[in-house]
C-alpha cells in the first residue's frame, strides 16, 4: 500500500492499513509528517504549526474509532493533554470567552459576556450540530 503525503490524514491511513495486515509505504514530500497539524522549534521553543486541538475521541466518534483500530497504547494516553477549558476565545471588544467541556459551564459563560434571551437553546444547538455530524461521519 503506498500512501502519499504525511499529514494526519497519511499517517493515521498508513497505520491503519498496517494494522489490518498491508505492508505500508508512506512518502512525504516535505522535511518532516504533519503537514498541517505540525510544530517547529526556534530559538529552543517549540510551536504549534496549525492543527491544536483534536476534536472526536468521545467514545463511538471518528478518533476514538481509529484509536480502537490502530490498538492505540492506553499508556499513550499520558500524551494526550485533555484541556478544560477546552479553549478560549479572546473578543475584539477585549472580552474573552472560556468553552468548557460542560456545556452548562459554557452557556454560563457566554451568558455573562451575551446577556441575550434565548442564548441557552443557541448554545445547546452550537454544541450539537457538530456532535451530530461527527456521530453522523462515524456510522
Ligand atoms: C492554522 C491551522 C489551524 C488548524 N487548527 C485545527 C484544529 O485546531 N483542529 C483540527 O482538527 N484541525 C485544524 N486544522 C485543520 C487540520 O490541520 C487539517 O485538516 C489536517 O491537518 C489536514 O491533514 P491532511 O493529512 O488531510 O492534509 P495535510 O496536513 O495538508 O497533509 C498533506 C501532506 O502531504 C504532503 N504532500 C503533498 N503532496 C505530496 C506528494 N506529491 N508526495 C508526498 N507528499 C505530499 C504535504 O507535504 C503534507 O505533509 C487547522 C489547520 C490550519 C492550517
Redesign the pocket.
Known sequence: MLV????????LGAHIFETLGFKVLL????KR?????TSFQRDGLNYN???????GLYPGFPIDRIFKIIKFDPKLGSLINLLDPVCEVHLANRKDIKIYSDPNKTIQEVSKTFPIKDIKPFIILCIRLPETFLLHLSN
Open positions: 502519499l503525503g504525511g499529514g494526519i490524514g497519511g499517517v512518502l512525504e514530500a516535505g509528517l504533519g503537514g498541517c497539524a504549526a496549525g492543527a491544536t486541538t483534536l476534536p
